[in-house]
């Protein structure tokens, strides 16, 4: 069974860098693209991008100035990095498998304040 | 993008009861291999979203036979035939057609 897990600081700061580990455990993240959603509180999820380990990447349109993905196949890990961030990013943050989704992580709630 | 609107916001249903949730796209999800990309998953209160139906219609492994999705390039609709009290959350439809993927609003089911 693939299972997903989010992990990184809960607190960040105006102006800095959030930066998000996904572990994937049950199997390989090779092969398969990787999706990052985030949802704010009480609000619907928003698709962030995702990442394939060709290095081919796709990134929200409105994020894609701040953002970058990345992969570690030796750890089977992905890495999501949103520079600059303000109190709109203030959101519960998912990692998902392939194009249908059809695995996620628990989420990891990423708090913007100074 | 392809905007998903999702209807109606809300929906409150009796055990034992039918239940359906309608979602439409800006563009069509019917794809030139013949699939059309449209998902839908649930989120129940407290959880991460699950995969319920993939490419229209598929029931992703696990998923109750209850939960049927139909539709067509632009239309859809996920089906519950008899809601039971694990069903409630919130619905959304997604489009894996084209990217940046996007969502529908959400669908809340309730339970009388």
């Known amino acids: 069974q693939v299972q997903l897990q989010e992990s990184g600081p809960g607190l960040v700061k105006p102006s800095e860098t959030l930066s998000l580990i996904c572990t994937v455990s049950?199997?390989?993240?090779?092969?398969?693209?990787w999706t990052w959603i985030r949802q704010p509180a009480g609000k619907g999820l928003e698709w962030i991008g995702r990442?394939?380990?060709?290095?081919?990447?796709n990134y929200s349109p409105s994020l894609m100035s701040r953002l970058t993905m990345s992969m570690d196949t030796s750890k089977n890990q992905l890495s999501l990095k949103l520079r600059s961030v303000t109190a709109a990013d203030t959101a519960i943050y998912y990692c998902?498998?392939?194009?249908?989704?059809?695995?996620w992580g628990q989420g990891t709630l990423v708090t913007v304040s100074s | 993008d392809i905007v998903m609107t999702q209807t109606p916001l809300s929906l409150s249903v009796t055990p034992g009861q039918p239940a359906s949730i309608s979602c439409n796209s800006s563009?069509?999800?019917?794809?030139?291999?013949?699939?059309?990309?449209l998902y839908w998953y649930l989120q129940k209160p407290g959880q991460s979203p699950h995969l319920l139906i993939y490419?229209?219609?598929s029931r992703f492994s696990g998923v109750p036979d209850r939960f049927s999705g139909s539709g067509s390039a632009t239309d859809f609709t996920l089906k519950i035939s008899r809601v039971e009290a694990e069903d409630v959350g919130v619905y959304y439809c997604?489009?894996?057609?084209?990217?940046?993927?996007?969502f529908g609003g959400g669908t809340k089911v309730e339970i009388k």
């Open positions: 990442i394939h380990m060709s290095g081919n990447t």
């Open positions: 049950g199997g390989s993240i090779g092969n398969y693209y």
């Open positions: 998902a498998r392939g194009g249908p989704l059809d695995y």
């Open positions: 490419e229209l219609s």
């Open positions: 997604m489009q894996g057609i084209d990217v940046p993927r996007t």
């Open positions: 563009q069509s999800l019917l794809h030139s291999d013949g699939k059309t990309y």
